[in-house]
Nanobody, 118 residues
Framework: QLHLVESGGGLVQPGGSLRLSCAASGFTFDTYGISWYRQAPGKERELVATITSTGDRTIYADSVKGRFTISRDNAKNTVYLQMNSLKPEDTAVYYC???????????WGQGTQVTVSS
């Protein structure tokens, strides 16, 4: 069974940093791209960053470019999101996700809360 488990969220002051992790199991991890999404209270879920299966390409939302870095370690079946220069508007629940084409299903983790506040 496919599982995605996020960790690393918490409370941080503006300008601070956090690193989120997404541990995956139950599928051939190194053949799928992985994305991070976030959802703030009262807002729609939005795409934050995506990384290809080999990690050779990454895509970022304009709002996080230059501050966030997505990476992966296929030996550990884990994707990371390094978040620097955090702003209050980055406050949200962060989810990792993958789309399994053969099943036509997008899978989600349970999410991890990130709160940026002084």
């Amino acid at each position: 069974q496919l599982h995605l488990v996020e960790s690393g969220g918490g409370l941080v002051q503006p300008g601070g940093s956090l690193r989120l992790s997404c541990a995956a199991s139950g599928f051939t991890f190194d053949t799928y791209g992985i994305s991070w999404y976030r959802q703030a209270p009262g807002k729609e879920r939005e795409l934050v960053a995506t990384i290809t299966s080999t990690g050779d390409r990454t895509i970022y939302a304009d709002s996080v470019k230059g501050r966030f870095t997505i990476s992966r370690d296929n030996a550990k079946n884990t994707v990371y999101l390094q978040m620097n220069s955090l702003k209050p508007e980055d406050t949200a629940v962060y989810y990792c996700s993958t789309y399994i084409l053969s099943r036509k299903v997008r899978y989600w983790g349970q999410g991890t809360q990130v709160t940026v506040s002084s």
